[in-house]
T-cell receptor
């Protein structure tokens, strides 16, 4: 069984559309994350939730809205997609406690292409 | 904001030891240093984590000097399958929440 799974793996859409990426972890972890990796391979944290509560919220356009229905799921909804949103988005989870210490387990990524 | 600095790329021949250094001058007292490995079209994978001095596991060693402002990931006797991007991660306080800053990554190319 995949520990951290993201769907879809690929997402191609037009500018202005709204899309969602889903993430689920079966590791029993308390903390989940969303990262964005751009074409230059920079990996930047976007959000982090601990037990369904937002604990990290980086400088991200408010078109991006994370939603955590339970601690095993952290979905990412993006409104009014722009060309610059094209990237690979990674979901991750960790056990909880000190965010700075915890080892993160990453999903395989969702490659978003905005046309 | 904490920032990390790593070499953009490194080349090595198979069988050699590779050392990748990460600078993190603003590391906070409670922060740990974690290294991840990423292969193309995959998510990053944990390699090793440490707080100070030296840590060793079956894959790598991590050397951290007393001032903790840098760390060095050491990969013994690399093989072609070690070709990947290696990221250094430290946590740092900022704006009321902890921020996780990945280094820009070091692309290691292992040459036969």
């Amino acid at each position: 069984d995949t520990a951290v799974s993201q769907t879809p793996k690929y997402l191609v859409t037009q500018m202005g559309n709204d899309k969602s990426i889903k993430c689920e972890q079966n590791l029993g972890h308390d903390t989940m994350y969303w990262y964005k990796q751009d074409s230059k391979k920079f990996l930047k944290i976007m959000f982090s939730y601990n037990n369904k509560e937002l604990i990290i919220n980086e400088t991200v356009p408010n078109r991006f809205s994370p939603k955590s229905p339970d601690k095993a799921h952290l979905n990412l909804h993006i409104n009014s997609l722009e060309l610059g949103d094209s990237a690979v988005y990674f979901c991750a989870s960790s056990q909880g406690g000190s965010v700075a210490k915890n080892i993160q387990y990453f999903g395989a990524g969702t490659r978003l292409s905005v046309l | 904001l904490a920032k990390t600095t790593q070499p953009i790329s490194m080349d090595s021949y198979e069988g050699q030891e590779v050392n990748i250094t990460c600078s993190h001058n603003n590391i906070a007292t409670n922060d740990y240093i974690t290294w991840y490995q990423q292969f193309p079209s995959q998510g990053p994978r944990f390699i090793i984590q440490g707080y100070k001095t030296k840590v060793t596991n079956e894959v790598a060693s991590l050397f951290i000097p007393a001032d903790r402002k840098s760390s060095t990931l050491s990969l013994p006797r690399v093989s072609l399958s070690d070709t990947a991007v290696y990221y250094c991660l430290v946590g740092a306080p900022g704006a009321g929440s902890y921020q996780l800053t990945f280094g820009k990554g070091t692309k290691l190319s292992v040459i036969p």
